[in-house]
């Protein structure tokens, strides 16, 4: 079975950055698209970056020029870089692995964007 594991997460100011990670088994990383999502408290979970197995990255408009996810091959991570924070990017983030069909999830990465 995969195991996601996502790291780098904490309390940051306005403006700042933080880098995530998500570590996945090597079989899964050569194989699976992977994308972080996030969630709040009491809202439904959403869609934030995506990159397929042979790298383009998509983002979602509340990311874009903000947020950059990548492929890291030698260490089977997919880093999320998150630039420019802002209080509404609070949420716990949370990785996924896609692979024919089948979804894994990461237990999530608390992300705390202070005013």
């Known amino acids: 079975q995969v195991q996601l594991v996502e790291s780098g997460g904490g309390l940051v100011q306005a403006g700042g950055s933080l880098r995530l990670s998500c570590a996945a088994s090597?079989?899964?990383?050569?194989?699976?698209?992977m994308d972080w999502y996030r969630q709040t408290p009491g809202k439904q979970r959403e869609w934030v970056a995506g990159?397929?197995?042979?790298?383009?990255?998509n983002y979602a408009d509340s990311a874009k020029g903000r947020f950059f996810i990548s492929r890291d091959y030698a260490k089977n991570t997919v880093p999320l870089q998150m630039n420019s924070l802002k209080p509404e990017d609070t949420a716990v983030y949370y990785c996924k692995a896609t692979d024919i069909g089948r979804e894994f999830w990461g237990r999530g990465t608390q992300v705390t964007v202070s005013s």
């Open positions: 990159i397929t197995r042979s790298g383009s990255a």
């Open positions: 090597a079989s899964i990383f050569s194989v699976a698209a």
